[in-house]
Each structure stands twice: as structure tokens, then as C-alpha cells.
């Protein structure tokens, strides 16, 4: 998907605010089906599932019961179906996953 280095999180506190990013960004998505939905209805369906996604990771963030390294999120296999200009946070939604399936980037100086 991605030849370059993709940088993970380096706190738990920039992971989340990473899902919140994309959590505001899912909300303008939606506003914008509502004015003019026309090429983007196709969506709606994946815009469903990214953002209970979304929410279930948040959620488990903020109670404790998140875990790292589960497998690949399930929104990974469609990613490749939209376009950038389509998914403008696509690329933060590759890191989320990379932080998820690798855990937090931990320096050498913060070991």
C-alpha cells in the first residue's frame, strides 16, 4: 500500500487523538453526503463500518480494554476501494492501524 516508513504513535495520548481526528473527520464526510452525496453515497455503507470501528476503538482506549496487535482492523480491506481525494485522512487511518499492529514508536532514548 505504502513504500515509505509509516510513523506510528508515540503515546497512547497521540493515538487517541488520532481516532479523534479521524472521528471529526467521518463527521464532515457525513455532512457532506447530506448537502451533495452524489459521488459519495457509494460510501456510506464503508463510512458506517470505519466509524463504529472508530468508536469501538476509542471507547476500549478509554475504558482499558484495548489491546495492540489483534490483527489488521477489518476497515483495512477496503481501504484500497478509495481514493485520497475521496479519504482525505486515509493515510492517518494506515497509521492507525500500523500503530495498532506494531504497537507505540518508542525511542531509543524514551526505553
Given at each position: 500500500m505504502f513504500k515509505t516508513k509509516i510513523v506510528r504513535a508515540r503515546s497512547t495520548e497521540e493515538y487517541v487523538n488520532m481516532i479523534e481526528q479521524v472521528l471529526d473527520d467521518l463527521w464532515d464526510i457525513r455532512q457532506s453526503m447530506e448537502f451533495d452525496g452524489e459521488g459519495i453515497v457509494d460510501m456510506g455503507d464503508f463510512i458506517d463500518e470505519l466509524e463504529g470501528s472508530m468508536k469501538e476503538i476509542?471507547?476500549?482506549?478509554?475504558?482499558?480494554?484495548?489491546?495492540?496487535?489483534?490483527?489488521?482492523?477489518?476497515?483495512?480491506?477496503s481501504l484500497d476501494n478509495y481514493h485520497e481525494s475521496m479519504l482525505p485522512f486515509r493515510f492517518l487511518l494506515v497509521r492507525i492501524n500500523e500503530t495498532h499492529m506494531k504497537g507505540l514508536e518508542i525511542s531509543e532514548e524514551e526505553k
Amino acid at each position: 500500500m505504502f513504500k515509505t516508513k509509516i510513523v506510528r504513535a508515540r503515546s497512547t495520548e497521540e493515538y487517541v487523538n488520532m481516532i479523534e481526528q479521524v472521528l471529526d473527520d467521518l463527521w464532515d464526510i457525513r455532512q457532506s453526503m447530506e448537502f451533495d452525496g452524489e459521488g459519495i453515497v457509494d460510501m456510506g455503507d464503508f463510512i458506517d463500518e470505519l466509524e463504529g470501528s472508530m468508536k469501538e476503538i476509542y471507547q476500549s482506549m478509554k475504558d482499558g480494554s484495548y489491546e495492540f496487535a489483534t490483527g489488521d482492523f477489518p476497515f483495512m480491506a477496503s481501504l484500497d476501494n478509495y481514493h485520497e481525494s475521496m479519504l482525505p485522512f486515509r493515510f492517518l487511518l494506515v497509521r492507525i492501524n500500523e500503530t495498532h499492529m506494531k504497537g507505540l514508536e518508542i525511542s531509543e532514548e524514551e526505553k
